[in-house]
């Protein structure tokens, strides 16, 4: 009941917060029909800077890790990515009103991790002033190619079975096709960056500082975007919309079980916990799409990007980052 | 003194872009011109002004003028069969006239 | 084994995109494609490379190919009467070979 | 007598001020057939950002504010919006060389508030250190909805003259277009986020902060325009110019007079008055030329384009805003 | 009620875009609609999707829909022989059914 | 071989330095074929950014300026510049497997300067506590210009020696084309609103703290483009990369040599000949193409641009700035 009471307590601060408002008030401007509109180039622009300032952030601070603490939690990122995408080929694609490439399509989506909500996490943990380590943002890739892959290699063998023996499936292309995406090239990148040269003086006066009011505008966007995918969603069967609202939270919990897990063993912090939930918890609008269409061409894009952009976005961000952090404070005693 | 070409357009996701350039060439195609749009068909529908968080479906028009017909109907067909079962995408053919012959 | 269609461009100001496309589509046509360009005519000349500090008035080419040469008829007739008074624009129709005749 | 030579030395000082500089810059390099030009979706940006943090400034200030005392004010920027307009439609648009239609449209949008001229006059305010009411940006939209809107009524009245019997001019659309441009969305849509959310953090490190720099580029960009378009001009009747230059001065002062008796009877403040001037010295350039595009088809846009965006604009920023500045600091004894 | 015109289009260098035009005005067309692209052909290739800091160089298309044949004919003459032996760029022409006579 | 081992750490630590490490990482990201893409009005923005800070800089402090000292400075950049263009004319363009206008068109670019190298030097010098000029980066016109005109009336001259007397060449456009150009106009533009109005809150507020951070992306664009353009470069003759690997070397130290002669006379600064010879180094990427495509039509731009985009450019930036560097540490004992 306490935790209940906590999370609502927690909600209400979050919707005080700049990211959920301009979250809220693209859905809301979209809705009343409004033409305000970011510049594409803008928006590009936006998801680079995040992601460098990420990347670069992880950087500079991984120098000083002990790679032996990542291992564990970028094993369980592997995990939790491969298993996300099983359990919605086992649910969602297996229902007879789904079709089977549209289903592994969207938990391919599922399973892969959304940028800017893993950005207006880091913000929240920052402003609750709980820490986390410098490379949890690292952990990123893992899932995210793994849940890409695992989903394209499913539903090649799917099609396998149906047409009879075709063409086997190249591995390599497709981890090369993801890690190449613009979002995961940008965080590598200022990794690399941040690990073998000095960026502190660009990070601190540059790339940080314009972190949180860029992520503002990023939230505007993807309130619009939401608002207008609502559409093609109505195009699909209901279930998307049902495993959209669902299954993030069970991520979101599967993930946070294990990262509790490695707490225990390896002292992972509280803060990476909570982040590695949400992580889990959320899924890829920005570079997952083009690589399913890419890697199976004959799902419905309608399907997987209106439950992916227009419900999963939303509800990671305004439910799953609030219930995380409760969930953490309320395990940790924070 | 003008000659007759065919000139193919080939409308569909950007996705494709590379593959259909590559293949284009390949059937003898001495170049191509590529125009970005927005459109709507039997898929669902493409935006153009606001940000297109998923660019890689917006649309193209790559356009390609062949001399030779039968070299036009090859791509045609090739492209027809290729892209338009699991992608968007329409393609047509127009009858022009050029000047220097051995360009195209 | 092409089938001749008809291809409308109408130029018109960006203004009246969404009017002229729902126009079209309720007029019977599959589908459209967009594309933004800049011009001159008898009105005053548009431009694309400063920014536009009133973007709808920038220009925009709706291609539209229909099977059917009275549908296409109905369209080009609609669109003249309807937007050529105040705004600025031209229509014109052109002749191409398509493969999918269900598709147009 | 007195007034005058301070007005001399204002207009000195506002001479070094940036804001200037930029604009007469960018006409200057516009004059001399500069490459240079800022790229559209900066410049949709930048109107973006300055509309946001005028919004969110207010908003978060607002709270805090009186309704009551709002109320005369939102009035009298009603009153003026339609003052403005009638003005127009018994001057410039009665005259015999200009056409009715063409010269209710320049009306309106004269009667049409600059979102820029307001930046621009709220940054001179802040650096000469004198406060106005946190809502006084809010009353932007009363003034420019109400010239819009009765613009496009006395057209639609004129045409119905003209042609006899036509169908009546619905209203409804006419607000609800001019709301859904981008700039009242941007600029309502930061006045809400400011009222119920607390993006105090990201007004002050991110929105506030670029303010001035990114209004630097946008006078560029208006300078630039203004040179360009000034060809226009040169095709439609010289009363366009005529009236582009004297009307501003006119609104301006009406606007002081009834500002000041506001300033009398509810306190408002001498600043408010000074910003209330102005924004009815302004014409609108971004939001106003498309709905009245789209609400007065029959229109030549050259003429209200021209007359505004290439006189209107360039005097009211380098003449109205230190007019009515010094008018402030001298009968406020500021 | 229709009537036939000549479309002509040029793909070349943005560079030439303003010269071209004010070839293009003189020769007598009563107007032009330019659209931005990029494309292969026999000289080096033109990308679009990075910034092209050299943006001269990327490409335009011009279309000019003149009524009368001989001012076309001799349009394209003039732009053939003018810009393509330095700068990379292709010209043809269709046949197009306009509705206004008078505006072209 | 003091300076040996002093260039060696100097190199090393300039890899430590951001600028470096986002040039050499958009070359590898490129080489990975990664999708990563900063947009081009992004990229048009930054370079208006840099050269409107760079030219308020110079402008805001040239004011307190002797001009008697700028004068000789200003006569050797123009004299360096007219020397590069006449040093490729006689070696690279004289190459039997060089086509003449190729040569000459490709040592006008050598001769025009980079704006990007310029403010990559600039920052190093800052950080390496190395004062200089304020007028110092206002140098860049007078050697652009030269070399780029001198460039034009070469090839002229030969075609007219190849085809028979034909029009004579018209100076005045040239002059007044490569002035227009977006990068002058913005350098031009930021001088003279420094120099005449009072710039400086915006300048510190704005321009200056964004500088080193915008510069990182623009090094980022230029490493991609780099790698780009490197399959231009295959298809002409060897000389070309040659002349772009040496070229600069033997440009830079022509300036450093007149540099310090001016730093003799009249006491020119030892950062102002480091810079010197960095922009005697550089090669223009933005505004020298199109100046030397419209005016040398009969060149390839795949020759000239190949050459200086390729490897020019990150040659003068990776190698050049620490050389010139070193040596002016090592001949001023700084
Ligand atoms: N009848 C048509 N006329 C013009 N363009 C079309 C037509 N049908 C389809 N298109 C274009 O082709 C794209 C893909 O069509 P579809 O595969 O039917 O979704 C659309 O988005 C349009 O841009
Ligand atoms: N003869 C023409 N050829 C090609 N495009 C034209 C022609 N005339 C007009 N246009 C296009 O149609 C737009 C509107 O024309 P107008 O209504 O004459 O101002 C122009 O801006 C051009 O883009
Ligand atoms: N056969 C062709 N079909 C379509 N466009 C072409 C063709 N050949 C050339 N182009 C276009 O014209 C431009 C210049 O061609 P070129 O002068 O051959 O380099 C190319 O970049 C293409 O955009
Ligand atoms: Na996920
Ligand atoms: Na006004
Ligand atoms: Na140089």
């Given at each position: 009941m306490e935790l209940f009471s906590d999370l609502l307590s927690t909600f209400a601060s979050q919707l005080q917060k700049p990211a959920l408002a301009f979250l809220l008030g693209g859905m809301v401007i979209a809705a009343l029909g409004s033409k305000l509109s970011i510049p594409d180039a803008i928006y590009r622009f936006i998801v680079?800077?995040?992601?460098?300032?990420?990347?670069?952030?992880?950087?500079?601070e991984i120098?000083?890790?002990n790679f032996g603490d990542v291992l564990l939690p970028a094993l369980i990122s592997l995990?939790?990515?491969?298993?996300?995408?099983?359990?919605?080929?086992?649910?969602?694609?297996?229902l007879p009103q789904v079709r089977t490439e549209d289903g592994i399509a969207t938990a391919g989506l599922f399973g892969a991790v959304s940028a800017s909500t893993l950005a207006?996490?880091?913000?929240?943990?920052?402003e609750e002033g709980i820490g986390?380590?410098?490379?949890?943002p690292a952990l990123y890739p893992f899932m995210d190619i793994a849940a890409l892959v695992l989903a394209i290699v499913l539903a090649s063998v799917h099609a396998h079975k149906q047409n009879g023996p075709s063409a086997k499936v190249a591995l390599g292309p497709i981890f090369a096709n993801s890690l190449r995406g613009s979002a995961l090239s940008a965080l590598l990148l200022g990794l690399v960056i941040g690990l073998v040269s000095r960026p502190e003086g660009v990070f601190e006066e540059f790339y940080d500082p314009l972190f949180r009011g860029l992520l503002s505008i990023l939230m505007l966007v993807l309130g619009i975007e939401a608002w207008s995918r609502l559409d093609e969603l109505r195009k699909v069967a209901h279930w998307y919309v049902i495993y959209a609202l669902v299954a993030p939270l069970v991520h979101g919990l599967l993930a946070f079980a294990l990262g509790y897990m490695a707490h225990l063993v390896t002292g992972f912090?509280?803060?990476?916990?909570?982040?590695?939930?949400?992580?889990?918890?959320s899924n890829s609008d920005i570079s997952g799409p083009p690589t399913l269409r890419a890697g199976i061409p004959s799902a419905n894009p309608s399907a997987y990007i209106g439950s992916s952009t227009a419900v999963g976005t939303p509800i990671s961000i305004a439910v799953g980052i609030p219930l995380y952090l409760t969930l953490g404070q309320w395990v940790f005693g924070l | 003194m003008t000659h007759h070409a065919t000139k193919i357009s080939i409308i569909t996701e950007k996705l494709n872009e590379q593959q259909i350039e590559q293949m284009v060439v390949e059937a003898g195609a001495k170049g191509y011109t590529v125009?970005?749009?927005?459109?709507?068909?039997?898929?669902?529908?493409?935006?153009?002004?606001?940000?297109?968080?998923?660019d890689a479906f917006s649309l193209i028009k790559?356009?390609?003028?062949?001399?030779?017909?039968?070299?036009?109907?090859?791509?045609?067909?090739?492209?027809?069969?290729?892209?338009?079962?699991?992608?968007?995408?329409?393609?047509?053919?127009?009858?022009?006239?050029i000047l220097r012959l051995e360009k195209f």
């Open positions: 680079f800077m995040l992601l460098m300032r990420i990347g670069l952030g992880a950087g500079i120098r000083a890790a995990f939790i990515g491969c298993a996300i995408v099983l359990i919605g080929r086992f649910t969602l694609a297996a207006a996490a880091m913000v929240v943990l920052d986390f380590e410098a490379w949890v912090s509280p803060g990476g916990v909570i982040l590695l939930a949400v992580i889990a918890a | 125009f970005e749009g927005s459109g709507r068909g039997s898929h669902s529908l493409k935006t153009r002004s606001r940000p297109s968080v998923v790559i356009e390609v003028i062949v001399a030779d017909r039968e070299k036009a109907d090859a791509i045609v067909e090739k492209i027809a069969s290729t892209y338009f079962k699991d992608y968007s995408g329409i393609v047509y053919m127009e009858t022009v006239e």
